[in-house]
Structure formats: structure tokens, C-alpha cells
């Protein structure tokens, strides 16, 4: 990736949704929005949005997941979960210590904060939603 005019460096960062089906019945689909494409500067932060809707109630086995797939890289690792009530986020590898959770699955949100961007933070992010009925 360049850097912009003036020496700051700016990211692209790709947002992907996931539909979770949770059965035969088209009223047990969970729809996932993300934005399309967030852009941050290096050294800054970004929040990452995930808005879901469902028919269902969301219960409390609701678990929510981001992925992420770096620039040029066919591998996608997990850097955060939500689950059983409580955020965990991933402890080791290049977001540790970076991340904050900001969601709040029974308002149908499950975003995330990223701070202090940096070049290796380019690419595309995925948010996966699944509410068990």
C-alpha cells in the first residue's frame, strides 16, 4: 500500500457480513450489515460496525464472531469472539491489546474498535453472527 500525500499513511479495510441460517425455516436467518469499505489513517482508530436483525429473539447463546483476512493472503484468522455474555478477545497475534469491544447483542450490534492502526491492518474483516434458537 502508498502512503497519501503529505506522508500520512491511510488503510483500506474491507468489511464482510455472513449470513448465519439456523435451520430449514426461512424465518431462522439472521441478516448481517457491515459497511462495505471503512478507511482509517495509520495510528488511528476505526470502528468496525455489525448490525444484525432476526425474527427470533436473540437468546443468550448469541455468539458473534470477526474474522480477518490480510491483503494478499488466502488465510482468514479470528481476532475476536462474543460469547455466553462476555467478549473475548484474541490474546496473541497483531490486534492483541489493540481491540476493544463496543457491541451489544440484545441492541442487535456487535462492533468492534480498532486502535492504532497500522499498514498490516489492511484488508478484510468478517463479522459472523449466530443466535441459536
Known amino acids: 500500500m502508498s502512503q497519501g500525500a503529505g506522508g ?9 457480513g455472513l449470513l448465519s441460517v439456523l435451520g430449514p425455516s426461512p424465518t431462522s436467518s439472521i441478516h448481517v450489515y457491515t459497511q462495505r469499505e471503512v478507511h482509517g489513517t495509520v495510528g488511528s482508530h476505526v470502528t468496525l460496525s455489525c448490525s444484525f436483525w432476526s425474527s427470533e429473539w436473540i437468546s443468550e447463546d448469541i455468539s458473534i464472531t470477526w ?3 490480510a491483503e494478499g493472503s488466502r488465510d482468514s484468522i479470528s481476532i475476536f469472539h462474543y460469547a455466553k455474555g462476555q467478549p473475548y478477545i484474541d490474546d496473541v497475534g497483531s490486534f492483541k491489546e489493540r481491540m476493544e469491544w463496543v457491541g451489544n447483542p440484545h441492541r442487535k450490534d456487535g462492533s468492534i474498535v480498532i486502535h492504532n492502526l497500522d499498514y498490516t491492518d489492511n484488508g478484510t474483516f468478517t463479522c459472523d453472527v449466530k443466535n441459536p434458537p
Request: glycine share 8%; charged share 0%.
Open 8 to 16: 500520512s499513511g491511510s488503510l483500506l479495510l474491507l468489511l464482510a
Open 67 to 69: 474474522h480477518f483476512q
